[in-house]
């Protein structure tokens, strides 16, 4: 439990502390200068009515979205640049004088005078009226506005000095707007669904808590208030702490791991600035989840709505930090490595209150340059029991030769796949077996037709298809889980994943068999359900014949070998044309379905090595 005591004035460096920022590295520090001028010379995305309705009229959720998120990185990264160079002019000084704090405030002002801060799918007040405009005196709270308040409040503590030089009022208004859009509806309202006061806290949960604390920190100056802030942040905060597993994992994979665990790092982070005591357990198997799911570069386990590729642009630097302070150099050793592959240590698009973070650690700055220093983080095996994942590789602490992951679980987790059962395989680090992961969010994603998207169904998945698809739901799932990670593998039975009745019994075993240097796959049925296919999504350029197929990708082959007489292969391709998606894999995967010849058999068993 989070016990907060009374709040303390945080004692962070805003821009008059010259040496903080002047001695920021050379390489950052210029990559952060380009980029603002770069900015300076795009022209600023316009929020428009129309764009905000479109989820409402035909689903579309980017055009929007897209220029909120625009004109945010475009303000983070101007607020850094008035940072490091220290500009600042009088308020009756001419236009010129401080280029970056003036589009700075230019940003800040047009966020402000937004009719809303929340996402259309997200604003229910409009959707219980039947209005596609939003009502900006009944402001819904959801990631959006807390995305905003965080970037007014971050930019309050760092830049003040020089807002009340050069914009006077300005900072009054970022508290109104803070006020009147999210302290205050965080303060009347408190059975907002993302709270989880029922067991259910999501990454929404230390999301937004996590902003609201920065505003209460940084643009509530009254003091009797902000203690009951915080202490009403810390009672959220606890309900997400008492959902998340104990074995470090999360179900919404590694994409949400830096919205859900990582935030709530950074949240205690500042509360351990406002005073309160540090707290350290238990966050060292939360902390160790990344480095578990990584295959290779920038390849990672994605179960959930994750991507298959992480887009390196994340706040390395927290889990580099905590790892150092929890002694676990494996971990440290990860974010450096994923922020030298980056080629950044400070991301401006990960958000204002994190590049700040990262860029006042001077020795992070040095160690993301630098990279991991040979510290292996990648363990011979991994069992996260709660969630019901297996990763398994044939050498510690390299990515060479064979990796395997399989999934039990079931179908009402969050950020849901119809996947129970599935599995991946990588070689070298490249995933080649793989799950495609999420296409771009429309307004339909988290409706009763998300499953209507392909990438969703169990039918794009690698897992079998005994006359029917798999069932939506937790009560859909698989059970008898065993796990042996002596020769690592993952039994389940799965029948409970699909429509009742469908099948009697399902047992798939997933086994990395390292002397044989192959993975095994072995499934076993009762009953007779008709058609039986074997799904297998695979991610390069794919060749098949009688008992034999292969993917081969970036000079790497696998081979997939089963008894020609037990079943034929029907490969079918699968152009991509979502950008999300193209990110991982380009134009094009292939699903090779093994379709069983004999159902009566009712085994089949394939083979996967070099």
């Not at 179900?251 to 350290?280: K, N, T």
């Not at 150092?324 to 698009?349: D, F, I, K």
């Not at 698989?478 to 593998?489: C, I, T």
Request: with cysteine; aromatic share 8%.
């Amino acid at each position: 439990m989070l016990n907060p005591l009374e709040p303390k004035e945080p004692n962070l460096p805003d821009v008059t502390a010259r040496t903080v920022w002047d001695a920021t590295e050379s390489s950052t520090r210029q990559d952060i200068l380009v980029a603002a001028a770069i900015e300076l010379d795009r022209p600023v995305p316009q929020l428009l009515a129309g764009d905000w309705a479109r989820p409402l009229r035909d689903g579309n959720r980017s055009a929007y979205e897209t220029k909120v998120r625009q004109l945010k990185e475009r303000v983070t990264v101007l607020v850094l640049a008035a940072v490091l160079t220290g500009e600042v002019a009088p308020a009756t000084a001419p236009p010129g004088e401080c280029p970056n704090l003036d589009a700075a405030i230019d940003g800040l002002v047009a966020l402000a005078e937004a009719t809303t801060w929340c996402w259309a799918p997200h604003d229910r007040f409009a959707a219980a009226r039947g209005d596609v405009l939003p009502d900006p005196d009944e402001p819904f709270l959801d990631l959006g506005a807390a995305d905003v308040v965080s970037l007014f409040a971050w930019a309050d503590q760092v830049l003040g000095p020089h807002l009340d030089l050069r914009a006077p009022g300005l900072r009054r208004r970022l508290r109104r707007e803070a006020d009147r859009r999210v302290l205050g509806p965080f303060e009347r309202i408190r059975d907002w669904a993302w709270i989880g006061a029922d067991g259910t806290a999501n990454n929404w949960n230390p999301w937004i808590h996590g902003a609201v604390l920065a505003a209460a920190a940084f643009l509530c100056d009254d003091q009797p208030r902000r203690t009951r802030l915080v202490r009403l942040v810390c009672e959220g905060l606890d309900h997400y702490l008492a959902a998340l597993p104990d074995d470090g994992a999360i179900d919404e994979g590694i994409a949400y791991w830096w919205q859900g665990p990582c935030r709530l790092l950074e949240a205690l982070d500042l509360l351990s600035e406002l005073g309160m005591p540090d707290v350290r357990e238990p966050f060292a198997e939360l902390l160790r989840y990344p480095q578990r799911m990584h295959l290779g570069e920038d390849w990672y386990v994605n179960v959930g709505d994750a991507s298959a590729r992480l887009l390196l642009s994340q706040p390395w630097h927290v889990p580099y930090q905590w790892g150092r302070l929890l002694g676990q150099p494996e971990t440290a050793a990860h974010a450096a490595e994923g922020a030298r592959l980056s080629g950044r240590a400070v991301h401006p698009v990960a958000g204002l209150g994190r590049a700040l973070a990262a860029l006042r650690d001077p020795h992070w700055c040095r160690a993301a340059l630098e990279g991991s220093q040979e510290t292996p983080w990648l363990a011979r095996e991994s069992w996260f029991s709660r969630v019901q994942i297996l990763v398994a590789r044939e050498e510690t602490g390299r990515v060479d030769g064979l990796a395997v992951a399989a999934k039990a679980g079931h179908n009402g987790e969050h950020h849901n796949h119809l996947d129970v059962g599935t599995y991946w395989v990588a070689l070298d680090g490249r995933p080649m077996v793989v799950d495609a992961g999420r296409p771009t969010y429309t307004a339909a994603t988290f409706g009763p037709d998300r499953y209507a998207a392909w990438p969703f169904r169990s039918a794009w998945h690698n897992v079998p298809e005994p006359g029917a698809e798999q069932v939506p739901g937790a009560g859909f799932g698989a059970r008898a889980v065993m796990v042996d990670l002596s020769e690592p593998s993952l039994r389940a039975e799965l029948s409970g994943a699909y429509p009742d009745g469908a099948v009697p019994r399902w047992q798939r075993t997933v086994r990395l068999c390292r002397a044989g240097r192959e993975v095994v796959v072995e499934d076993e049925w009762d009953g007779d359900p008709e058609p039986v296919l074997v799904h297998h999504l695979l991610a390069g350029s794919v060749e098949c014949g009688a008992g034999w197929a292969s993917v081969a990708a970036e000079g790497r082959t696998l081979r997939l070998a089963w008894d020609a007489g037990a079943a034929v292969a029907v490969p079918r391709e699968q152009p991509i044309d979502d950008p999300l998606l193209r990110l991982s894999w380009g134009n094009v995967l292939t699903r090779l379905t093994l379709r069983v010849t004999d159902p009566a058999a009712r085994r089949v068993t394939v083979r996967w090595s070099r």
